[in-house]
Nanobody, 121 residues
């Protein structure tokens, strides 16, 4: 079993900051990449940011300059620092990891349960 557990979501006023964390645990051989996606009501799930094991990052354009993704490989944990939050950032934020599980010859994607971020005006 591989689990991803997110934390750090909550309610914040516009202009505020939050830091999300996601820890992967379980029968993990290696993790190729981790990232964050978000889904607002009535919308599809969209990329926020990803980071590879080697530290290569990718951001959606709307998050560039406001959000920062980082990773602690020793803890199998990814973080998302969110600054200058806007009401349109309100969504459920999901952690994603591409994992090679123990006993498996290939990688697969795992998802966390999601954490709610609400930005008030």
């Amino acid at each position: 079993q591989v689990q991803l557990v997110e934390s750090g979501g909550g309610l914040v006023q516009a202009g505020g900051s939050l830091r999300l964390s996601c820890a992967a645990s379980g029968r993990i051989l290696s993790i190729k990449a981790m990232g964050w996606y978000r889904q607002a009501p009535g919308k599809q799930r969209d990329l926020v940011a990803t980071i590879t094991n080697g530290g290569i990052t990718n951001y959606a354009d709307s998050m560039q300059g406001r959000f920062t993704i980082s990773r602690d490989n020793s803890k199998n944990t990814v973080y998302l620092q969110m600054n200058s939050l806007k009401p349109e950032d309100t969504a459920v934020y999901y952690c994603n990891a591409r994992v090679r599980p123990l006993g498996s010859a290939y990688e697969r994607d795992y998802w966390g349960q999601g954490t709610q971020v609400t930005v008030s005006s």
